[in-house]
């Protein structure tokens, strides 16, 4: 068995985003002492609404982002608050703030930010400090008495301080580096090109001819959000069948068409798609997803991103080769996120307080491949192994540590937003039927904290 002793471990959590302050608390809990590096002025990661892009690399190809936040300024949850917050801090009502159920970017950051204020976690956040390097000390092919070397730049003046940890917690999202597709003429096409993680407003856009490429809940968003300033909008999409909702908002708007995928850009602006017809574009926006990126993780090829494949990691956390002292938490997609980052950060904080201990290096890898030929089997590509889109995955992987398994109604409440969204894109964060729900949620305390009285029909 890999397992730890029983001292207090010096934990270095890199992020103060909903995963890294979630995995300070639980390390707090378990007596660990914490510190954690934030490269931003403030605590939110990706919900920190910074709307200035000016100067990045539109494309988002340049390593050295200074933009870490993909947020849009219209953006809103695409889940009720019911279900967003963490097991034993409710998304709760508050007059004065963004009181709808599916409140806006910067209502989540407030949450946040009560989130810290409330467990004290301002203490053990060094912000404005961006970590540069993180590199073993003391490894041995067993990985005992595994030990980490920290670089940080503090941003204000420039130094570099390094430390040494017992165990490094990776918590830095997986929002933040553009992933970009394939097409020819795009190297050398001259008009306007940029990826979604540099869009904030359509104002830009006005009177302009826009492609989108991608139909994902952003490409949806972003399409809906420039039908009001551009004179053409082409959403982009690898099938051209589409949900009831897209379509719906499709018919409604005149400027907005569905078009296949892109065969080539062509050096007169035209934009040629996959069924022969073509369009004169001015910017192209491509809103075709994130890459999962550690530039500043030097393990020695123990762990490697190999098409968005993060591993090999034992439930997507830990490398067995250097587990606990080197975890993640937040790489998992398509599940509810908040709480299963809740239960990440409570396994890792028992395994380094050693209440708990993880299975051999043998089992942890055998389990990795079984996984792996899983996904294989059923023909998810490899750079979808981390979308999960399984309650029952997240109830298992909180036996491990003693965490809760969802309750119904929040399995329920998340299924019914899903199917909402599908059959009404335009209307659902602000008309539902949840009379499902209600019969099943009214049941939890957790539930009854939220201030939601009623829920409009």
Not at 34 to 57: A, M, R, T
Not at 63 to 70: E, I
Not at 145 to 171: G, I, M, Y
Not at 384 to 389: L, Q
Request: aromatic share 10%; glycine share 8%.
């Amino acid at each position: 068995m890999v397992s730890s002793g029983n001292q207090p471990k010096n934990v270095c959590v890199i992020g103060a985003g909903s995963s890294g302050l979630v995995a300070a608390r639980e390390l707090r809990k378990e007596g660990h002492n914490v510190v954690v590096f934030e490269q931003s002025q403030d605590v939110g990661g990706q919900w920190l609404y910074d709307p200035n892009v000016e100067g990045e690399d539109p494309l988002g190809r340049d390593t050295t982002l200074n933009v870490h936040s993909s947020i849009y300024a219209s953006l809103r949850l695409t889940s009720p608050r019911e279900i967003t917050g963490f097991t034993d801090f409710p998304f709760l009502v508050k007059k004065g703030r963004d009181m709808r159920r599916f409140p806006g970017h910067g209502e989540l950051l407030s949450y946040l930010r009560d989130f810290c204020a409330f467990f004290g976690l301002r203490e053990m956040i060094r912000f404005n400090n961006k970590v540069e390097y993180v590199g073993m000390l003391d490894y041995d092919e067993f990985g005992k008495d595994l030990r980490w070397v920290v670089k940080s730049k503090d941003k204000k003046c420039e130094k570099v301080v390094e430390e040494v940890f017992d165990a490094v917690v990776v918590a830095t999202g997986n929002y933040s580096k553009p992933r970009l597709p394939s097409i020819r003429g795009m190297e050398t096409w001259k008009r306007k090109q940029m990826h979604s993680h540099v869009y904030r407003v359509p104002e830009p856009f006005r009177n302009e001819v826009v492609v989108v490429v991608g139909n994902s809940l952003s490409g949806q968003d972003i399409s809906m959000d420039l039908v009001g300033v551009a004179t053409e909008i082409y959403l982009s999409a690898k099938s051209t069948e589409v949900s009831e909702g897209l379509s719906k908002v499709i018919s409604k708007h005149e400027n907005l068409h569905l078009s296949p995928q892109i065969e080539s850009l062509e050096e007169d602006g035209r934009v040629v798609f996959v069924d022969g017809t073509w369009v004169i574009v001015d910017t192209i926006i491509y809103s075709t997803g994130y890459s999962y990126s550690f530039p500043f993780l030097d393990t020695k090829g123990l762990v490697e991103v190999d098409d968005d494949r993060v591993g090999p990691l034992y439930e997507h956390t830990f490398p067995p080769s250097l587990a606990p002292s080197l975890s993640f938490v937040g790489i998992p997609r398509k599940l509810i996120g908040f709480p299963f980052f809740e239960s990440q950060a409570k396994w890792i904080a028992q395994l380094l307080s050693g209440k708990r201990a993880l299975p051999s290096w043998d089992e942890m890898m055998l389990s990795i491949k079984e996984f792996y030929r899983s996904r294989d089997v059923a023909g998810v590509p490899k750079h979808k192994t981390h979308d999960i889109a399984s309650f029952e995955y997240c109830d298992k992987y909180g036996d491990n540590c003693g965490f809760p398994h969802l309750e119904e109604w929040r399995k329920v409440l998340c299924l019914s937003a899903l199917r909402n969204a599908d059959a009404n894109l335009e209307t659902y964060r602000d008309s539902y039927d949840d009379l499902e729900f209600l019969q099943v949620a009214h049941q939890s305390p957790y539930f009854t904290q939220l201030g939601v009285k009623s829920i409009p029909m």
